[in-house]
Nanobody
Framework: VQLQASGGGLVQAGGSLRLSCTAS????????LGWFRRAPGKEREFVGA??????IYADSVEGRFTISRDNAKNTVYLQMDSLKPEDAAVYYC????????????????WGQGTLVTVSS
């Protein structure tokens, strides 16, 4: 599976961005997709994921971020609303079989990352 993340950019605090993660290779609908982020000087952290059993989000983004998927387009989206300066990071998408996980070690395939910058 190859993953391509896109949609990052510069946005003002309070604004919105939608990230996309497009997959190629195998049957997309069989996979869970996770979003992670790494801010400067920090470790990579879980943002949210979608899989066979539904969706989960980190507490820090719950209610502001929404994950959705379009299997026909082999794409998962991360809609980010009410962005805060602390959301600025490189965002990565990753995939694993079927079930979502908060643990990055459970994911086999990773995209290259897309940069989100939030100005205050």
């Amino acid at each position: 599976v190859q993953l391509q993340a896109s949609g990052g950019g510069l946005v003002q605090a309070g604004g919105s961005l939608r990230l996309s993660c497009t997959a190629s290779g195998r049957t997309f609908r069989n996979y869970a997709l996770g979003w992670f982020r790494r801010a400067p000087g920090k470790e990579r952290e879980f943002v949210g994921a979608i899989g066979w059993s539904g969706k989960i989000y980190a507490d820090s983004v719950e209610g502001r971020f929404t994950i959705s998927r379009d299997n026909a387009k082999n794409t998962v989206y991360l809609q980010m609303d009410s962005l805060k300066p602390e959301d600025a990071a490189v965002y990565y998408c990753a995939s694993r079989d079927r079930w979502y996980s908060r643990n990055e070690r459970d994911y086999l395939y990773w995209g290259q990352g897309t940069l989100v910058t939030v100005s205050s």
